[in-house]
């Protein structure tokens, strides 16, 4: 609760045990308290601090304030690398700036802000996270998949009229909405969540590709579809579509000749300019439905 101060420690006070200062336990209780009041909801950490920093404070607020201080306590597990435990002496340290820049011998290629934050998703935060060069390559590539989807539906329309819909494929997009309310109301478990989305991606490439159309799910069924896979990517998982400045100006302007080009069957320029789009991560796909592109993953 109290430390009495090495005659070299910068932090000192005066008080009836001696000249010293709090304990690391009992600022914490004193912050929270201040800031938060004698009892709060959630309180987050790593499970290396369960004991005894946590259970410290729990005695503390207990002992001064009559009551517990906390509803929920949310320990996430560790951080580990090619399955060690992250450390300097071990060389293995990765820095956030390590990981977007791709500067670093564990890493073959930068992985960026939003490609990362897809891959811890997949671990629900009481599991151990193993960062590895293929984890990242293989997130990337996952988080690709789903903002391709993710912009598909933000661009349908929904079907005019109220058609007899396929019960079925409604049914299903029933099933699966409720399947991604369950697993984040199972302890914050996104590593299930992120699967069920993936599941709703399939109906979603179903109607990029004609094989299912926004008529066959009605009204009902086609919002549900587009709410529930946008509502939990943007705002539940916080995942965004990265892209610079200008990027859809030119990417519009090179698909403009792409299909010129294609009309004129300059098949030789139609190659050229894929060739060029693939070097910055985008592929051309010639649909029944028109010229359309997305991130390659």
């Known amino acids: 609760v109290w430390k009495k101060a090495a005659p070299e420690h910068i932090m000192r006070w005066k008080s009836p045990w001696g000249e010293g200062f709090p304990g690391w ?15 709060f909801d959630i309180h987050g950490g790593g499970m290396d601090l369960k004991f005894p920093h946590h259970e410290c404070e729990i005695a503390q607020a207990v002992g001064v304030n009559g009551t517990e201080p906390v509803k929920y306590w949310m320990h996430t597990n560790m951080l580990t690398v090619n399955g060690e435990r992250m450390a300097k002496s071990k060389g293995n340290s990765i820095l956030p700036v390590d990981l977007f820049s791709g500067n670093h011998p564990l890493l073959t290629k930068a992985c960026s802000p939003m490609s990362f934050r897809f891959f811890a998703l997949q671990a629900q935060y009481r599991s151990t996270l193993d960062i590895t060069n293929d984890a990242l390559e293989a997130a990337t590539k996952g988080y690709k998949r789903l903002v391709n989807g993710l912009r598909y539906i933000k661009s349908v329309a929904a079907p005019e009229n109220d058609a007899p819909a396929n019960e079925k494929a409604v049914q299903e997009i029933r099933d699966l909405r409720q399947a991604c309310y369950d697993a984040i109301n199972d302890d914050l478990n996104t590593a299930v969540l992120i699967a069920q ?23 009902e069924g086609f919002a549900m579809l587009k709410e529930t896979f946008v509502t939990f990517i943007e705002d539940v998982l916080g995942l965004q579509e990265e892209k610079p400045d200008a990027f859809d100006h030119l990417l519009n302007e090179l698909l403009h000749f792409y299909r010129d080009a294609k009309a004129e069957k300059n098949y030789t320029k139609v190659d050229e300019i894929r060739a060029e789009l693939k070097k910055i991560g985008v592929v051309v796909r010639d649909m029944k439905t028109g010229i359309a592109w997305a991130y390659e993953e």
């Open 25 to 39: 336990h009992l600022e914490c209780t004193c912050m929270s308290t201040k800031y938060l009041g004698e009892r």
């Open 197 to 219: 989305l993936f599941n709703l991606l399939k109906k979603i490439n179903q109607l990029q590709l004609a094989q299912l159309q926004p008529s066959d799910l009605g009204t």
